[in-house]
Structures are given as C-alpha cells and as structure tokens.
C-alpha cells in the first residue's frame, strides 16, 4: 500500500517571501501521479498542481512549482512571491494508475501555512 | 461549468437522526468519491462510483453508512442512525478518466454536526 507522509504540521512564511513545503511517499510502482490540494478555511479542497511521475520536467502553475524527486520519492511544493491568500493547509496525494485502484487518492496529513504580513 | 456541488453545507441533528447528504457531480465526469475528514483521522474515502456503480466502499464505518448513485448526476451518503461521532466535514468529488488527466475536483464539503 502506498503511503504519503507530510513531516511538517506547520510552516510560516513572510509575506513576498518563498516557502517550500515537503512531502514523501512510498511506492513500488513505477508510474503514478501526485497532487497538492490547498484547502483555505472555506474548507474547499482546491487543486494547486498536478505531476505525472514520467515526466521528468517539474510542474509549474504560477507562483506553485514542484521539485519532484522521483528516486528520492519526495514530492515538495514551493511558493514563491506567497500572498495573505496563501494562508491554508496543504495536502499531498498520490493516485496509482492501475484501473483496479480506480482513481483512489492517498492523502497525507496536511501542513498549516500561515502567512505573515 | 458550476463544479461540485453538495447540499447542505451545514448540517446539525440530534443523535439518532437520519442524515443524508447530497451531492452532484460536475457533467461528464465518470467517478465520484465520498470522504470524510476529522481533526483525528485526517481525510478518509468512504466509498467511490464509477460510472454510477460502487467500486469500494471498504472505507465505510459501519453498517449505519450507505451511500447510492442513482444517476449520473446526483449521489447520497446517509446516516442513519447518526452519532455524535459521526461529526464531520463530508466532501464529494469527482473526476473524469481519459488518457491524460483524472484529476479530482473537490465540492465544498457538507460540515455535520451530531449533537
């Protein structure tokens, strides 16, 4: 079974200032895909990025970027320029590809950001 | 397109109550999920369709959880009887399978409480 940890229960960043928040799992497969979710008090899950594990190019959306790590199995998000709005708890999932586990997404545990002004 | 939507957003009941929450998914999509976050537990998938069939619902608490997809378009999770336990934030999502994407989209949750 795959497993996704979130070794971070909270971060803070400066406002303008960059974050890079971590993120690890493991995997015996070789092909899957990883999500981070920002969740904002409104507790609406939002997708923020998206990366296929065969594409060795980073995802990038904006100020969100990925260093993806396939060998090291890490998965971190970075934000650069972070805004008041950036203020949330962020999620780190993983989805198998295989049919047989459908569309599944394993959750990790969520890191609070807080932004200062 | 409205995204996902569920109904109520907030619920409160006394124990004992049936609850049921609801659910449409965004048009087209082919899988729907249920999940649940607690403070405790984190995010949970209860249980998920595809193509308005149960594919797993392993993640199902207890027999008082059921949960149907009568069409394409509409989901319900029931409680019944409901608990102070069963206090939750209940999400759906949904999502569409195709080559190159299967990301999911999140509705804005059903917060219950069980007094």
């Known amino acids: 079974a795959q497993t996704v940890t979130q070794s971070q229960p909270e971060m803070s960043v400066q406002e303008a200032e960059t974050v890079t928040l971590s993120c690890t799992y493991d995997?015996?497969?070789?092909?899957?895909?990883l999500f981070w979710y920002k969740q904002p008090p409104s507790r609406q899950m939002i997708l923020v990025i998206r990366?296929?594990?065969?594409?060795?190019q980073n995802a990038t959306e904006n100020r969100f970027s990925v260093n993806f790590q396939k060998a090291a199995k890490s998965f971190s998000l970075k934000i650069s320029d972070s805004q008041l709005g950036d203020a949330a708890m962020y999620f780190c999932?993983?989805?198998?590809?295989?049919?047989?586990?459908?569309?599944?997404?394993?959750f990790g545990g969520g890191t609070r950001l807080m932004v200062k002004p | 397109d409205a995204g996902v939507i569920q109904s109520p957003r907030h619920e409160v009941t006394e124990m004992g109550q049936e609850v049921t929450l609801r659910c449409k998914p965004i048009?087209?999509?082919?899988?729907l999920f249920w999940y649940r976050q607690t403070m405790m537990r984190g995010l949970e998938l209860l249980i998920y369709?595809?193509?308005?069939?149960?594919?797993?619902d392993s993640g199902m608490p207890e027999d008082r959880f059921s949960a149907k997809m009568p069409n394409a378009s509409f989901s319900t999770l029931k409680i019944q009887p409901s608990e102070p336990r069963d206090s939750a934030v209940y999400f759906c999502?949904?999502?569409?399978?195709?080559?190159?994407?299967?990301?999911?989209?999140f509705g804005p949750g059903t917060r219950l409480t069980v007094l």
């Open positions: 999502a949904s999502s569409l399978t195709t080559v190159s994407t299967d990301t999911q989209y």
């Open positions: 995997t015996s497969e070789s092909d899957y895909y």
């Open positions: 990366q296929e594990a065969y594409k060795q």
């Open positions: 999932a993983y989805r198998s590809p295989h049919n047989n586990a459908g569309n599944m997404l394993t």
């Open positions: 048009s087209g999509h082919d899988y």
């Open positions: 369709f595809n193509n308005n069939v149960p594919i797993d």
